[in-house]
T-cell receptor
Framework: SQQGEEDPQALSIQEGENATMNCSYK?????LQWYRQNSGRGLVHLIL?????REKHSGRLRVTLDTSKKSSSLLITASRAADTASYFC????????????FGKGITLSVRP | GAVVSQHPSRVICKSGTSVKIECRSL??????MFWYRQFPKKSLMLMAT?????????EQGVEKDKFLINHASLTLSTLTVTSAHPEDSSFYIC?????????????FGPGTRLTVT
């Protein structure tokens, strides 16, 4: 498996529900970032969590990081149809000179 | 702030021709820019790291003579796909490194859809 693998690969929920997406990685990191991509568009940076942080919030987003398990989760609360997109985690590994390694992504569908 | 643009957003070219894609950081200077390639329903694959004033660093398996990268200024990097073939058809995305809060964050352009016929 590769650095930055998300699960599930696809998630379908009803509007108003919470969506939880997980990411696992293999190497030691400086930080982990979550991105969103609408179909055929560029990436939008959602949140960055540093290796010495355990939890971070931004609006309806909550990110956790467990460096002992090399895993992170992204929680979107009170989901909206507009949250439908692909979500990627990306790791900035120690010694990688800012190069990000992306996971395969999770396709989130929020049904209105 | 931290806006990155790409031009063109879509391009269709004939097999054997070359195509240039521009990546610009509009409101900040970026000594480092990155070029990615993304296949449908797949993740981003880093192709190369573009350094202002020096040669690009290519990832393993990426042909540097096929994908020419030039980072002539702190706000512009270009990717030229030379002698394009249909298998080069893909979504190409650039990003630019920006120092924020003591850490470098990458800001992504909107992508360029290349179709080679």
């Amino acid at each position: 498996s590769q650095q930055g693998e998300e699960d599930p690969q696809a998630l379908s929920i009803q509007e108003g529900e919470n969506a939880t997406m997980n990411c696992s990685y293999k190497t030691s990191i400086n930080n982990l970032q979550w991105y969103r991509q609408n179909s055929g568009r560029g990436l939008v940076h959602l949140i960055l969590i540093r290796s010495n942080e355990r939890e971070k919030h931004s609006g309806r987003l909550r990110v956790t990081l467990d460096t002992s398990k090399k895993s992170s989760s992204l929680l979107i609360t009170a989901s909206r149809a507009a949250d439908t997109a692909s979500y990627f985690c990306a790791t900035d590994a120690i010694g990688a000179n800012s190069k990000l390694t992306f996971g395969k992504g999770i396709t989130l569908s929020v049904r209105p | 702030g931290a806006v990155v643009s790409q031009h063109p957003s879509r391009v269709i070219c004939k097999s054997g021709t070359s195509v240039k894609i521009e990546c610009r950081s509009l409101d900040f200077q970026a000594t480092t820019m990155f070029w990615y390639r993304q296949f449908p329903k797949k993740s981003l694959m880093l192709m190369a790291t573009s350094n202002e004033g020096s040669k690009a660093t290519y990832e393993q398996g990426v042909e540097k003579d096929k994908f020419l990268i030039n980072h002539a200024s702190l706000t512009l990097s270009t990717l030229t796909v030379t002698s394009a073939h249909p298998e080069d058809s893909s979504f190409y995305i650039c990003s630019a490194d920006r120092l924020a809060g003591g850490e470098y964050e990458q800001y992504f352009g909107p992508g360029t859809r290349l179709t080679v016929t």
